[in-house]
């Protein structure tokens, strides 16, 4: 199986948008990207924005590529849906199920979604907590699980990818994980490599002591009772420039049992570009403000 990350937090926007290749089918996850409109009071940096378009472009050059495209829930790094939606012309479009454990805003940005692209897909289906055989190759969701540590910012599948010789799971965004069904997915299916969207530390008044507690003892589990040979963190905790020594017991255990423990971009082998979390800096030793951004964001 190949597995290739295409944009990330670590690499520099606010994704977790993933093309992967098995024998028998190539899959987009989530092929959405974004920015923060607002970090630190500030709006984003020419570089962030450069980044954006670069991803964005990856994105559409992989998804066309794909048999199956995937959107876990509705938020707006994890699907577009004004721009490119020729990718999805001809495709098995996979997606959350927009009328059943979704909140408010979610549940309208969906019915928004499948409107427009409503002609597009060869087959259009709701995925909650269903298994799909293409070939040898495996697709499983999780039934929807917290986008989080409650259902404020609705739900979310996470997906494994099973091709007979290597199983993958792309969490989405469960924060943590601080939850034992967003856990449990992952315990069950006994996963090789893991894409994990790793605790909301940079805002900490809300994720809060105890949720960052379980989130590294789950961690942890993951490590000890899964044949990981890496657990790949990233999106909302790269969002930390202190991440990586928040979760140090994460770090000592995998080391003990022989997994690596990375972020997206050093699973590539690149290094670790946290643009959003480093925008004030940017701003200072960048401060041109010929280039400050006229685009419009929307929270995700």
């Known amino acids: ?79 577009d849906p004004n721009e490119g939606l020729e990718i999805y012309k001809n495709k098995i479009v996979l997606i959350k199920n927009p009328i059943e454990k979704i909140n408010y805003s979610q549940k309208g940005r969906a019915a928004f979604f ?22 040898k190759t495996k697709i499983k ?27 993958f799971i792309h969490t989405s965004d469960v924060e943590g994980p601080s939850q034992t069904d967003q856990l449990n997915f992952i315990l069950e299916n006994k996963p090789n490599l893991v894409f994990l969207d790793g605790p909301l530390s940079y805002m900490f008044y809300r994720f809060g002591v105890q949720a960052m507690k379980k989130s590294i ?14 657990l790949v963190v990233d999106h909302h905790f790269l969002r930390d420039l202190k991440w990586r020594e928040k979760i140090s017991e994460v770090f000592e255990r995998a080391e003990e049992k022989g997994v690596k423990v990375l972020t997206a971009a050093e699973y590539i082998g690149k290094q670790n570009d946290l ?18 951004s006229k685009r419009i964001f929307t929270e995700d």
């Open 1 to 79: 199986m190949k597995i290739v990350p295409i944009a990330f937090d670590s690499m520099g926007t606010r994704s977790m948008a993933c093309y992967l290749e098995t024998k028998d089918i190539n899959i987009f996850i989530d092929p959405g990207v974004s920015l923060a409109p607002i970090r630190y009071g500030i709006q984003p940096h020419p570089l962030e924005l450069k980044r954006l378009d670069e991803h964005w472009n990856e994105i559409i050059k992989f998804a066309k590529q794909c048999d199956i495209l995937i959107i876990s829930h509705y938020h707006y790094d994890h699907h």
């Open 114 to 135: 499948i409107n427009q692209i409503k002609n597009l897909p060869k087959k259009l289906e709701y995925c909650d907590g269903k298994e799909f055989q293409f070939g």
């Open 141 to 167: 969701f999780s039934r929807p699980v917290f986008h989080g540590t409650n259902s404020r910012l609705g739900f979310v599948v996470e997906i494994l990818v099973d091709d007979g010789e290597y199983k």
């Open 217 to 230: 003892s789950n961690m942890i589990r993951i490590i000890e009772d899964c044949p990981l040979e890496a």
């Open 275 to 292: 643009l959003e979390a480093r925008r004030k800096e940017l701003w200072e030793k960048f401060p041109d403000e010929e280039y400050k």
